[in-house]
């Protein structure tokens, strides 16, 4: 693993993701190493060689970089993280993330956070500072095993439900990300029904194998589950597969009146 401490130049920009209006990632890379993740693509951007999970840059001056006594930002949503995770490990050290936090509590947006580590528990004090906040807690499975497989660096499931659990009682509002819905190996009814009650609403996210992440995810099966290969090959050779996953999420939650946000890829 190489980390390597540098200074940004900015830290709140603005995005296109549909819930919110600025993003804030305190660290460059991840090492959670999930198998599945989108955000490679930033390799790119960075000069790194190292495989992605295998390096990670801690912007040491993230937190001077807020903004002081700015009204532009009050009520918007800012979002932490869209990626990288803003509570890796590393957070216990460098407490970025909660430098950051402090700093915005000035400037009243509305906070979003989305993490897959039950360490966001230190920061339940800040976050209570908060008139409009929200916490996010990802899952693409329950069972253990799995977990490693996919998402070696994440914090293990039952410390993340304890978690979600925890900033319920909180009274802070929560939602639970099942994401990504891997084909065989998500079982998104059971990740509901175990963390139905701690949460406000459910958001669910399918498998995206675009750019260089067939290639991880191909890896993944060939050691692991070498006989889910040729399922995968023939669901995204045809995106009917999809249709009647999303179809089924929709009426289940309907069924269970449960408020539910798809963000599919098709």
Same mark, same amino acid.
């Given at each position: 693993?190489?980390i390597?401490?540098? %200074?940004?130049?900015?830290?709140?920009?603005?995005?296109?993701?549909?819930?919110?209006?600025?993003?804030?990632?305190?660290?460059?890379?991840? +090492?959670?190493?999930?198998?599945?993740?989108?955000?490679?693509?930033m390799?790119?951007?960075?000069?790194?060689? %190292?495989?992605?999970?295998?390096f990670?840059?801690?912007?040491?001056?993230?937190?001077?970089?807020?903004?002081?006594?700015?009204?532009?930002?009050?009520?918007?949503?800012?979002?932490?993280?869209?990626?990288?995770?803003?509570?890796?490990?590393?957070?216990?050290?460098?407490?970025?993330?909660?430098? @950051?936090?402090?700093?915005? /509590?000035?400037?009243?947006?509305?906070?979003?956070?989305l993490?897959?580590?039950?360490? /966001?528990?230190?920061?339940?004090?800040?976050?209570?500072?908060?008139?409009?906040?929200? +916490?996010?807690?990802?899952?693409?499975?329950?069972?253990?095993?799995?977990?490693?497989?996919?998402?070696?660096?994440?914090?293990?499931?039952?410390?993340? /439900?304890?978690?979600?659990?925890e900033?319920?009682?909180?009274?802070?509002?929560?939602?639970?990300?099942?994401?990504?819905?891997?084909?065989?190996?998500?079982?998104?009814k059971?990740?509901?029904?175990?963390?139905?009650?701690?949460?406000?609403?459910?958001?669910?996210?399918?498998?995206? @194998?675009?750019?260089?992440?067939?290639?991880?995810?191909?890896?993944?099966?060939?050691?692991?589950?070498?006989?889910?290969?040729?399922?995968?090959?023939? @669901?995204?050779?045809?995106? /009917?597969?999809?249709?009647?996953?999303e179809?089924?999420?929709? %009426?289940?939650?309907?069924?269970?009146?449960?408020?539910?946000?798809?963000?599919?890829?098709?």
């Open positions: 693993m190489k390597r401490e540098i %200074e940004a130049k900015s830290i709140l920009s603005k995005t296109e993701i549909p819930i919110a209006d600025y993003v804030i990632n305190p660290y460059i890379g991840c +090492i959670h190493s999930c198998i599945f993740c989108y955000a490679r693509f390799k790119r951007f960075t000069g790194h060689q %190292e495989d992605w999970g295998k990670l840059d801690v912007k040491i001056n993230a937190s001077n970089l807020v903004p002081k006594n700015n009204s532009k930002y009050e009520g918007k949503y800012i979002f932490l993280s869209s990626v990288t995770d803003p509570y890796l490990p590393l957070e216990r050290k460098y407490e970025l993330t909660r430098r @950051i936090i402090e700093k915005l /509590i000035p400037l009243r947006p509305f906070l979003g956070i993490t897959k580590s039950d360490l /966001i528990l230190m920061d339940l004090d800040l976050i209570r500072q908060f008139k409009n906040s929200e +916490i996010g807690f990802s899952f693409s499975t329950l069972d253990e095993d799995i977990r490693k497989e996919v998402e070696p660096g994440a914090s293990p499931v039952k410390n993340r /439900i304890n978690a979600l659990k900033v319920h009682e909180a009274r802070i509002k929560t939602h639970v990300f099942i994401s990504p819905i891997l084909p065989f190996l998500t079982d998104w059971e990740i509901i029904e175990k963390t139905r009650d701690y949460v406000d609403y459910f958001m669910f996210e399918n498998l995206n @194998i675009t750019g260089t992440v067939w290639a991880s995810v191909k890896r993944f099966l060939e050691q692991k589950h070498p006989d889910l290969v040729q399922e995968y090959k023939k @669901i995204y050779s045809d995106n /009917i597969y999809w249709d009647i996953i179809e089924e999420i929709i %009426e289940f939650c309907k069924k269970e009146k449960l408020d539910c946000k798809m963000y599919f890829h098709h």
